[in-house]
């Protein structure tokens, strides 16, 4: 089942099954897109991938998240994303830009002052990430036009689709938390008023890009945190997206305080799929498009997981940096089931402080090394890529990072 194709309701298809989740690539220069970007997904999608999704592409300077993120605000660099859409598109491949805003979830080196719809501060962030300052009722109608701004732009580039991020913790989804999202005008309270701001950035997108232009969510299935975003909610989430008419829902979880998406318990890392049981109770709700990302390895694991019907595209990031042309080897029959142990360096007060972080970065050094025309290196030394994140982005450099 992995090579049907699959047809968007608009129309647009993805060759197969493969569905290479968004990893933050830290490639910009100046925040601008570069030939690293454009050889990283060339090798992608020669690799046999149906679709190809960016990492964060940053619809503002104050919404980046790290300090090497894409923003895309202009077209100054309209040549590099040309080249960029071109490059991911061929092979019959379906390129989306994942277009986001940090909100709070940004280190003070990037943004001394973060945003965020309430005044709430991020728990345990203290040195790495400022309080962030409340949104004024002005200023989110101003996003709103900058997030469909920047699918306008991906579109007149070539690109496929967008893909909201609404996951992660990021400034979509600090508005579905009632956590994070304290406010009590039409943007707070209620489930249905902390989904206005992704469903005006969705209605505000599909205003200005034409219907074959696909229009995604990352959506999380939980926060996994007290008081926050929880299943049920997400569940309403899918739904309403749904009723509206989005091209096709990525499920992951978790944030900064509690980062899921890098995690998970043993039976669920067993079965390879982490929010597979969630997907069994959204797709009771809706027939949206679903695409689950975290943990898939195996070939068999991958085709177990659409034969239950509660999929569509299985989401596959960390081994597509180590093996590129994963989908291609399982075509022809080569692929040995790739492991991806947790990244440390031995030293257990260093992997307890910045593990998450460090194994993040690691992987952005592979995707870094096949920019450059070279091949990915799965004996990397992590002290060698800590060393190198401290030396180029000081203390920012083990705080930054989230796909």
């Not at 298809?13 to 220069?29: G, I, P, V, Y």
């Not at 991906?154 to 689709?161: D, L, Q, R």
């Not at 307890?352 to 030394?381: C, F, H, R, T």
Request: contains cysteine; hydrophobic residues 40%; positive net charge.
């Amino acid at each position: 089942m992995l090579f049907q194709h699959f047809t968007f309701k608009n129309g647009k298809t993805a060759k197969n099954r493969f569905f290479k989740s968004a990893m933050e690539e830290q490639l910009a220069k100046h925040n601008q897109p570069t030939a690293q970007l454009v050889r990283l997904y060339d090798k992608w999608a020669k690799g046999g991938a149906g679709v190809l999704v960016t990492g964060n592409v940053m619809v503002a300077d104050n919404g980046k998240g790290s300090i090497n993120d894409v923003v895309l605000s202009d077209e100054r660099s309209m040549d590099t994303l040309k080249a960029w859409a071109k490059a991911g598109t061929q092979n019959d491949t379906l390129l989306i830009m994942q277009i986001n805003h940090a909100g709070k979830q940004s280190p003070k080196v990037v943004n001394a002052k973060p945003v965020a719809p309430s005044a709430v501060a991020l728990q345990g962030m203290d040195g790495f990430i400022n309080p962030p300052r409340k949104l004024a009722d002005n200023e989110i109608e101003m996003l709103i036009r900058q997030f469909a701004h920047t699918a306008q732009i991906a579109e007149k580039a070539g690109f496929s689709g967008v893909q909201i991020h609404g996951a992660h913790g990021y400034l979509i989804s600090q508005f579905l938390s009632p956590h994070h999202n304290r406010r009590t005008d039409k943007w707070g309270g209620s489930l249905e008023n902390r989904m206005c701001f992704l469903v005006e950035i969705y209605h505000a997108i599909r205003a200005v890009v034409q219907p074959e232009f696909l229009v995604g969510l990352k959506l999380n299935s939980a926060d996994f945190q007290k008081g926050g975003f929880d299943e049920s909610d997400s569940i309403q989430v899918v739904q309403k997206m749904s009723e509206l008419g989005i091209d096709f829902i990525e499920i992951s979880g978790g944030n900064y305080e509690s980062p899921e998406m890098l995690t998970a318990k043993a039976s669920t890392q067993k079965r390879e799929a982490f929010f597979l049981d969630y997907a069994e109770k959204a797709r009771a709700v809706s027939q949206v498009p679903l695409i689950i990302t975290g943990g898939f390895r195996s070939e068999s694991a991958m085709n177990e997981a659409l034969n239950s019907g509660h999929l569509d595209l299985v989401g596959v990031a960390r081994p597509l940096a180590l093996m590129p042309d994963l989908p291609k080897q399982i075509q022809n029959g080569t692929y040995r089931t790739i492991t991806t142990e947790r990244i440390k360096t031995g030293c257990k007060v260093v992997d307890n402080k910045v593990g998450a972080v460090l194994e993040m970065d690691w992987y952005m050094e592979q995707m870094a090394l096949i920019g450059q025309g070279k091949q990915p290196d799965p004996e990397l030394s992590p002290w060698k890529v800590l060393l190198k994140a401290v030396w180029a982005n000081g203390k920012a450099g083990l705080s930054t990072g989230r796909s």
